[in-house]
């Protein structure tokens, strides 16, 4: 069974997770600097082995971001970002006032698992689809 605890992981174990997942190695200074600067962690770990991590970044007052749910490919569909996701969601229904906004980018395909706890996609109208930039 799994911890699932309110702390931040280690830029080594950040980038780890993100590396199984696919989504490429980070450096580990810029990786330290955006852990520090993170609203909230959640952690989920297996005899002290990050499985599962999630966090919030943002203004902490008007606009909040979901970032980083991601589970070790070896421990998904066992309920771990079920998990992850029920801790994000108890921080920002303390935190997020009326009038904050709260948005994430999907993973492709994982849009049905954001659904179950009240995400929706912007179909463009009348916000328009949203746009990011990688650099």
Request: charged content about 20%; some cysteine.
């Given at each position: 069974?799994?911890?699932?605890?309110?702390?931040?992981?280690?830029?080594?174990?950040?980038?780890?997770?993100?590396?199984?997942?696919?989504?490429?190695?980070?450096?580990?200074?810029?990786?330290?600097?955006?852990?520090?600067?993170?609203?909230f962690h959640v952690t989920a770990r297996i005899d002290n082995k990050l499985?599962?991590?999630?966090?919030?970044?943002?203004?902490?007052?008007?606009?909040?971001?979901?970032?980083?749910?991601?589970?070790?490919?070896?421990?998904q569909q066992q309920g771990v970002g079920g998990a992850l996701m029920q801790?994000?969601?108890?921080?920002?229904?303390?935190?997020?006032?009326?009038?904050?906004?709260?948005?994430?980018?999907?993973?492709?395909?994982?849009?049905?698992?954001?659904?179950?706890?009240?995400?929706?996609?912007?179909?463009?109208?009348?916000?328009?689809?949203?746009?990011?930039?990688?650099?």
């Open positions: 069974m799994y911890l699932v605890d309110v702390i931040q992981p280690t830029a080594a174990e950040f980038s780890s997770l993100r590396v199984k997942v696919g989504w490429g190695a980070t450096n580990l200074e810029m990786a330290q600097r955006s852990l520090e600067n993170s609203l499985i599962g991590m999630g966090r919030v970044i943002g203004d902490g007052v008007m606009f909040f971001y979901v970032q980083d749910v991601v589970v070790d490919p070896d421990f801790e994000i969601e108890q921080y920002l229904s303390i935190t997020a006032q009326k009038g904050s906004t709260v948005a994430l980018l999907s993973a492709q395909g994982k849009e049905s698992f954001y659904a179950r706890y009240g995400y929706s996609e912007r179909s463009g109208d009348p916000l328009g689809k949203g746009m990011c930039k990688f650099i």
